[in-house]
């Protein structure tokens, strides 16, 4: 905690200032745009890797970046915060995208292809279980990337199951059906520092360069 309190003490002194307009217009409410699904792993940093500001996203963020899906009434089956968390910033923000991001290296999805039985942890133990599908797929011998390792294939069958299961909200559904909300699948690599996006026509996560910017944002004007 030293770190982040020196922090502190260093943001007053150096950028406080800087950062008062934009704060001032901010205490008064939010309209981000985006809500953003990330896993609580410290290496996932949106601010840095996608140059974003206060007020830019709405971030959730939970081990494994996984999205309990909703019954046949709208609730979650599991645990209410990630179900709030979409309800509040699809139908009170009005956010036009939800990114679920993924990453390298995740513990969650080593865990998950690993021996369960190993995780001394029972809460996390139970949490994992909204990536089994994703497990199974993979088993099945569904991999969108060979060159990657067993995990990091599993991370980004992964970003497409939990996609799914953010669809399954009614908000959700009801939004995309206007054509005014699209979900997608980000993927961030580690080691790199690269961020890839899923494109539904290669059917796999492609490096967000200038060329697939293009692509994304063509797609967003249609
Ligand atoms: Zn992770």
Redesign the pocket.
């Known amino acids: 905690m030293k770190k982040l309190i020196e922090g502190i003490v260093e943001f007053r002194r150096k950028s406080q200032v800087g950062y008062r307009e934009a704060f001032g217009r901010l205490a008064t409410g939010q309209a981000p745009d985006t809500l953003f699904i990330a896993?609580s792993?410290s290496r996932v940093v949106p601010n840095t890797f996608a140059s974003t500001n206060p007020g830019d996203l709405f971030v959730l963020r939970n081990v494994?970046n996984l999205i309990p899906p909703c019954d046949k009434h709208g609730h979650s089956i599991s645990d209410e915060s990630e179900g709030a968390a979409i309800e509040y910033s699809v139908l009170n923000l009005k956010v036009s995208d939800i990114i679920v991001c993924g990453?390298s290296e995740?513990?969650?999805m080593r865990a998950l292809v690993g021996d369960r039985n190993t995780v001394q942890m029972p809460n996390l133990k139970s949490w994992l279980r909204h990536g089994d599908p994703a497990v199974d797929r993979l088993r099945s011998g569904v991999v969108l990337d060979f060159s990657l390792s067993e995990h990091n294939q599993l991370s980004q069958l992964n970003v497409l199951l939990q996609i799914e299961h953010v669809k399954s909200y009614p908000a959700v559904k009801k939004r995309i059906e206007e054509g005014s909300l699209a979900v997608h699948g980000w993927w961030f690599d580690i080691a790199k520092a690269d961020v890839y996006a899923y494109e539904d026509a290669f059917k796999k996560f492609v490096l967000i360069d200038e060329e697939e910017a293009e692509r994304i944002m063509q797609r967003a004007e249609k």
């Open positions: 896993c792993d494994g990453h995740c513990a969650a």
